[in-house]
Each structure stands twice: as structure tokens, then as C-alpha cells.
């Protein structure tokens, strides 16, 4: 495949030449240049920034004379940040890097590949969970990211709403769906469903214009991707999004099983069973719709479990996601990792940072906080003993990881592309009612993008 440098650094430059001024020389981080024995390391999580602050003083222990400086930058400004400095020539050393977003950077030749250096050479698939270490390989065959930790799709519920319902967590537990009648799926978030004058979605005279309490909790429209949105769904159909694993050079978005499963999802809100697209505001997420009441079940991923627990006067609780068509159940997992930057200022420094966060070492310690699952064995089970103290049952999100029913986001170049021919699109099915057969001219435009580097 013919690498594409010069387009993907004219693509990143336009996209951030506005962010370069509010960037600067690097306000958000201290970089590589500051000093040789300082390792700059970049994240977006908040939550996760103690768990790594005590990482990095483990890590300094056991290299007299090195530092680590971190910043945390959130995502919303997170990846516009990184692709100006990276332009700009004030990356950080190592940063946390996501799946659909490497591609791009490995085009950049902004990427320095572990495989072949001293200190992350060495990284094994087996020290980590199935399938997380090997989405990091790029079409080359070096690898380009460190695993760091891992997550899945699951249903959380308002325990109060369920019971006033009758719904059990057995029944939460073993519901099915299809996209012909809905299965136990759609009879459990009608009957969820309320109205302002107490009528449930189930029952005579129910009024879907105006519903005090959805059964399922609206987000976006999901873009290309749908994690939190339909992707259990239409995984569990059966369907995949590319012609490959990794690295599809075909998108599938106008497959029968993809349309017919997303015409049944967003039909879910002209019922008046999900929350209509306008309920959905980046102050307005699932887990503020689910905790004030407004929805009974939300899917969402388990790095929002802290989120979902955390409203008082609400029990939450989390269930696996419903059987589909396939016969089986099927949820997204997601892993990101760690990269190093080939600009890194003290190389040596920076690669022995990166596999301190890789080892048993760290990633025991960010287990400790039960904020995310790390990816080693060890890192998640620590983590799962975490959760259970606060009370917490991860059993929805663990179990399709030990049962093999998960499936990775799609690894494509031109990524960023796809997002946004896609989002645009989705959004038109959900808010606008336009019939789902238009994604399939969007399937083709997509399509003929990647074609371009075949």
C-alpha cells in the first residue's frame, strides 16, 4: 500500500491551524525539549490521572535521575492539541493513543515502532487480554502502541425503575431482540417507558409525544463507529464493519443486516421507547438522563461505570447486552495503548517509560483505583477486586471478554474521513426520518476513498 504522508500533514495542518495559537509553545505540556531526563506523557482521562501520577513515581524509583510530567488535556481538546503540536514540533514524548486515530499518526511517520527498541521489544499478546495487543500492528508490521487498558459495552439500569416495573436483573440479564418485532428487548423498554400521566409504553393510550421516562437513554447519532449506541446491536446481527479484521479496505454500511438493525434502532424513538436525538447534549449524556430519571436502561462503556454509580439517591445496576439474530450475544471492545513519538527527546528515557506502563508494575496500581480495566491479566484483576469493595458487580462487562463475544472497532486507514461522511449521515436517519437506504451512497463515497491508497 502506497503510504500518504504529504496528504494526511496537509489534512492535519488545515484541520489545526486554528488551534496552533491556543497551543503555542506547549502550554498544555512540558515537552521533551524542557529536559533530556524529564518524559513528558499526555492522557485525557481525569479520572485516571492519579492512578498514572502514582505510576510515574514508581517508575522514577526505579530510575534514579529520570522524571515524568504529565498532562491531562480533555477530549474534546485532546486530539486538535496533539495533531498541532505534532505540526509544530512540541508533541509530547508518549501519549495515550486511540484506535481509530493511529492510522493517521503512522502516516505522519510522527510514531516510533516498539518493536524495535530495547526496552518494548518484547511485548507479547499472551501478557495481555485476547485481541487488545495485536490491534496495535500496523499494515507494516511494527507495532505502534503499548497496551494500556481495555473496555466494553454493557446496559446500565435504574434499579428503582426497573423494580417499580417488575423487570428482574435475571430478566435484564437474558433479554433477546431482532429487528422484525424488537424480541423481549422492545417489549421491556415499551413497558420501561412511562408517559406524563403514568401510561406505560405497553399498554392503551400510551402518548409518545409526551413521556415523562424512556425506556433507553438517547447519545449520539454514532458516527461511523457506534459504540455506545447500535454497534452491540448490529454486531450481534451478525454483521462486520469492513471486509477485514484489520485493516479493511471495504466499509459494509450498506449490508441488509447493518440497515435493517439501524432502521429497528432510531424506530425506537418514533415509537417513543428512546429518547428523540434532541434530548441528547454533551450536558444531557446517558448517564445524567439515566440518574435524574428521564430513562430507565442506557448502554454505554464501562469506563462510565464511576459516572453512572456516582448520582445519589440512585442504585444503578449493569446488565448484558441482548442476543441478536446470530443467536449470540456481542459488544465492542476497545483497547488503547501507548505511544511513543519518534521526536522523543530522550528516546531511551521514554521507551522505559512506556513499557513501566505496560508491566504488572503499573497497571496493578491503576487497578487499585477500579476506574478502567488495564490490560494485563493481573492490572484487571485488580481492578475487578476494586469495584467489587464499592459494591459494584463489572460481571456485564468481564464476561463477554472471557465468553469471545467481542469484536474490535474498525481498523481502516482514512478514518477520520469515514467519521465524517458518516456522521452527518447517521444523524439525518435518527433526527431527520431520512430512510436508512442512503447510507448505502455514503457506504460507496467511503469506499471510494479507500480505494485511492489500494
Given at each position: 500500500?502506497l503510504r500518504?504522508?504529504?496528504?494526511?500533514l496537509?489534512?492535519?495542518?488545515?484541520?489545526?491551524?486554528?488551534?496552533?495559537?491556543?497551543?503555542?509553545?506547549?502550554?498544555?505540556?512540558?515537552?521533551?525539549?524542557?529536559?533530556?531526563?524529564?518524559?513528558?506523557?499526555?492522557?485525557?482521562?481525569?479520572?485516571?490521572?492519579?492512578?498514572?501520577?502514582?505510576?510515574?513515581?514508581?517508575?522514577?524509583?526505579?530510575n534514579?535521575?529520570?522524571?515524568?510530567?504529565?498532562?491531562?488535556?480533555?477530549?474534546?481538546?485532546?486530539?486538535?492539541?496533539?495533531?498541532?503540536?505534532m505540526?509544530?514540533?512540541?508533541?509530547?514524548?508518549?501519549?495515550?493513543?486511540?484506535?481509530?486515530?493511529?492510522?493517521?499518526?503512522?502516516?505522519?511517520?510522527?510514531?516510533?515502532?516498539?518493536?524495535?527498541l530495547?526496552?518494548?521489544?518484547?511485548?507479547?499478546?499472551?501478557?495481555y487480554q485476547?485481541?487488545?495487543?495485536?490491534?496495535?500492528?500496523?499494515?507494516?508490521?511494527?507495532?505502534?502502541?503499548?497496551?494500556?487498558?481495555?473496555?466494553t459495552?454493557?446496559?446500565?439500569?435504574?434499579?428503582?425503575?426497573?423494580?417499580d416495573?417488575?423487570?428482574?436483573?435475571?430478566?435484564?440479564?437474558?433479554?433477546?431482540?431482532?429487528?422484525?418485532?424488537?424480541?423481549?428487548?422492545?417489549?421491556?423498554?415499551?413497558?420501561?417507558?412511562?408517559?406524563?400521566?403514568?401510561?406505560?409504553?405497553?399498554?392503551?393510550?400510551?402518548?409518545k409525544?409526551?413521556?415523562?421516562?424512556?425506556?433507553?437513554?438517547?447519545?449520539?447519532?454514532?458516527d461511523?463507529?457506534?459504540?455506545?449506541?447500535?454497534?452491540?446491536?448490529?454486531?450481534?446481527?451478525?454483521?462486520?464493519?469492513?471486509?477485514?479484521?484489520?485493516?479493511?479496505?471495504?466499509?459494509?454500511?450498506?449490508?441488509?443486516?447493518?440497515?435493517?438493525?439501524?432502521?429497528?434502532?432510531?424506530?425506537?424513538?418514533?415509537?417513543?421507547?428512546l429518547a428523540?436525538?434532541?434530548?441528547?447534549?454533551p450536558s444531557?449524556?446517558?448517564?445524567?438522563?439515566?440518574?435524574?430519571?428521564?430513562?430507565?436502561?442506557?448502554?454505554?462503556?464501562?469506563?462510565?461505570?464511576?459516572?453512572?454509580?456516582?448520582?445519589?439517591?440512585?442504585?444503578?445496576?449493569?446488565?448484558?447486552?441482548?442476543?441478536?439474530?446470530?443467536?449470540?450475544?456481542?459488544?465492542m471492545?476497545?483497547?488503547?495503548?501507548?505511544?511513543?513519538t519518534?521526536?522523543a527527546?530522550?528516546?531511551?528515557?521514554a521507551?522505559?517509560?512506556?513499557?513501566?506502563?505496560?508491566?504488572?508494575?503499573?497497571?496493578?496500581?491503576?487497578?487499585?483505583?477500579?476506574?478502567?480495566?488495564?490490560?494485563?491479566?493481573?492490572?484487571?484483576?485488580v481492578?475487578?477486586a476494586?469495584?467489587?469493595?464499592?459494591?459494584?458487580?463489572?460481571?456485564?462487562?468481564?464476561?463477554?471478554?472471557?465468553?469471545?463475544?467481542?469484536?474490535?472497532?474498525?481498523?481502516?486507514d482514512?478514518?477520520?474521513?469515514?467519521?465524517?461522511?458518516m456522521k452527518?449521515?447517521?444523524?439525518?436517519?435518527?433526527?431527520?426520518?431520512?430512510p436508512?437506504?442512503?447510507?448505502?451512497?455514503?457506504?460507496?463515497?467511503?469506499?471510494?476513498?479507500l480505494?485511492?491508497?489500494?
Open positions: 500500500m500518504r504522508s504529504s496528504r494526511g496537509t489534512a492535519l495542518a488545515g484541520a489545526a491551524s486554528l488551534s496552533l495559537l491556543a497551543v503555542g509553545c506547549g502550554s498544555q505540556s512540558s515537552t521533551s525539549t524542557e529536559s533530556s531526563h524529564t518524559v513528558s506523557y499526555w492522557l485525557w482521562n481525569a479520572d485516571q490521572l492519579p492512578g498514572y501520577q502514582e505510576c510515574a513515581k514508581g517508575f522514577e524509583k526505579q534514579p535521575g529520570l522524571k515524568v510530567d504529565i498532562s491531562q488535556i480533555g477530549w474534546d481538546d485532546y486530539w486538535t492539541k496533539l495533531t498541532a503540536s505540526i509544530a514540533g512540541t508533541e509530547p514524548d508518549v501519549f495515550t493513543d486511540h484506535i481509530t486515530k493511529f492510522a493517521q499518526f503512522i502516516d505522519l511517520d510522527v510514531l516510533a515502532p516498539l518493536d524495535e530495547p526496552a518494548t521489544g518484547s511485548i507479547k499478546e499472551s501478557d485476547p485481541g487488545l495487543a495485536a490491534a496495535w500492528v500496523g499494515q507494516d508490521g511494527h507495532r505502534y502502541g503499548s497496551p494500556k487498558d481495555w473496555d459495552i454493557a446496559m446500565f439500569y435504574n434499579k428503582k425503575l426497573t423494580e416495573a417488575g423487570i428482574s436483573a435475571g430478566t435484564l440479564n437474558s433479554l433477546a431482540w431482532n429487528p422484525t418485532d424488537g424480541g423481549t428487548f422492545e417489549k421491556t423498554i415499551a413497558h420501561l417507558t412511562v408517559d406524563k400521566k403514568g401510561r406505560r409504553g405497553d399498554e392503551p393510550g400510551f402518548d409525544h409526551n413521556v415523562k421516562t424512556y425506556g433507553l437513554a438517547t447519545n449520539n447519532a454514532g461511523a463507529d457506534g459504540q455506545t449506541q447500535w454497534s452491540a446491536f448490529a454486531g450481534s446481527a451478525g454483521w462486520n464493519y469492513t471486509d477485514k479484521k484489520a485493516w479493511g479496505t471495504h466499509y459494509n454500511y450498506d449490508d441488509p443486516a447493518f440497515q435493517s438493525t439501524i432502521e429497528w434502532y432510531f424506530g425506537l424513538a418514533e415509537k417513543g421507547y428523540p436525538f434532541t434530548d441528547f447534549s444531557n449524556g446517558p448517564d445524567i438522563q439515566l440518574g435524574s430519571g428521564r430513562a430507565a436502561i442506557a448502554l454505554h462503556g464501562s469506563w462510565m461505570t464511576k459516572a453512572f454509580y456516582g448520582f445519589k439517591g440512585i442504585e444503578a445496576g449493569t446488565a448484558l447486552t441482548p442476543v441478536g439474530p446470530s443467536g449470540k450475544r456481542a459488544t471492545l476497545n483497547g488503547l495503548a501507548d505511544s511513543l519518534k521526536r527527546g530522550n528516546k531511551p528515557a521507551q522505559k517509560w512506556v513499557a513501566y506502563l505496560g508491566s504488572d508494575a503499573c497497571q496493578k496500581v491503576v487497578g487499585t483505583y477500579g476506574i478502567v480495566f488495564p490490560a494485563t491479566k493481573a492490572g484487571t484483576d481492578a475487578i476494586a469495584y467489587e469493595k464499592k459494591g459494584i458487580d463489572v460481571t456485564a462487562f468481564t464476561k463477554p471478554v472471557a465468553d469471545r463475544t467481542t469484536f474490535s472497532f474498525p481498523i481502516t482514512y478514518a477520520a474521513d469515514v467519521a465524517a461522511l452527518p449521515a447517521m444523524q439525518d436517519v435518527y433526527a431527520n426520518g431520512v436508512v437506504g442512503s447510507l448505502t451512497k455514503t457506504n460507496s463515497q467511503i469506499n471510494l476513498i480505494s485511492q491508497g489500494n
